[in-house]
T-cell receptor, first 113, second 114 residues
Framework: AQSVTQLGSHVSVSEGALVLLRCNYS??????LFWYVQYPNQGLQLLLK??????LVKGINGFEAEFKKSETSFHLTKPSAHMSDAAEYFC???????????FGSGTKLNVKP | KAGVTQTPRYLIKTRGQQVTLSCSPI?????VSWYQQTPGQGLQFLFE???????NKGNFPGRFSGRQFSNSRSEMNVSTLELGDSALYLC?????????????FGPGTRLTVL
């Protein structure tokens, strides 16, 4: 069975500060991990994905995530937040059962000027 | 390539009615998944179709059903609508052959049940 836990439903940072969004997963098979972003009234857009190659994955808009098997984590980071990063972020895991994605509950990122 | 399209974008229905939502995947994608998104429950998986066959199913009542056509386009139907069915319904497409294929999402259909 697979699941995802996102710690913190709301995260607030100042513009220019580090962004850290936490994701922990549970998987009985080697996982594939994804981060998606959703802007208001839009669908989800892929930020980055881990598919068992490099453990540090770089995505769009300056985001990156590191796969840590020992900690079963896949936290999302960005060195310097921008106002346009304000959105909801979802971590997801798949694997084993084709195309069945398990999404976390989401983290809303607020960026203060 | 054109992205995933969903029609209609907005719908208002009353309790007891039924509704059909449509999704056109990215050209060449054979898998279509449907999700329900609500503020309280978050993103919940409804079902996934691959080459016209339902391959995965979430924990939703039988009022929620879907199908996929030979051109990979998919429809989702909800019968006997309830107030709790008000949600954003998202469709996602994928090539579908392997689990590390990401899903590409459409903009969603906002359903309001009065």
């Amino acid at each position: 069975a697979q699941s995802v836990t996102q710690l913190g439903s709301h995260v607030s940072v100042s513009e220019g500060a580090l962004v850290l969004l936490r994701c922990n997963y549970s998987s009985s098979v080697p996982p594939y991990l994804f981060w998606y972003v959703q802007y208001p009234n839009q669908g989800l857009q892929l930020l980055l994905k881990y598919t068992s190659a490099a453990t540090l994955v770089k995505g769009i808009n300056g985001f990156e995530a590191e796969f840590k098997k020992s900690e079963t984590s896949f936290h999302l980071t960005k060195p310097s937040a921008h106002m346009s990063d304000a959105a909801e972020y979802f971590c997801a895991v798949s694997g084993g059962n084709f195309n069945k994605f398990y999404f976390g509950s989401g983290t809303k990122l607020n960026v203060k000027p | 390539k054109a992205g995933v399209t969903q029609t209609p974008r907005y719908l208002i229905k009353t309790r007891g009615q039924q509704v059909t939502l449509s999704c056109s995947p990215i050209s060449g994608h054979r898998s279509v998944s449907w999700y329900q998104q609500t503020p309280g429950q978050g993103l919940q998986f409804l079902f996934e179709y691959f080459s016209e066959t339902q391959r995965n199913k979430g924990n939703f009542p039988g009022r929620f059903s879907g199908r996929q056509f030979s051109n990979s386009r998919s429809e989702m139907n909800v019968s006997t609508l309830e107030l709790g069915d008000s949600a954003l319904y998202l469709c996602a497409s994928s090539p579908g052959q392997v689990s590390y294929n990401e899903q590409f999402f459409g903009p969603g259909t906002r359903l309001t049940v009065l």
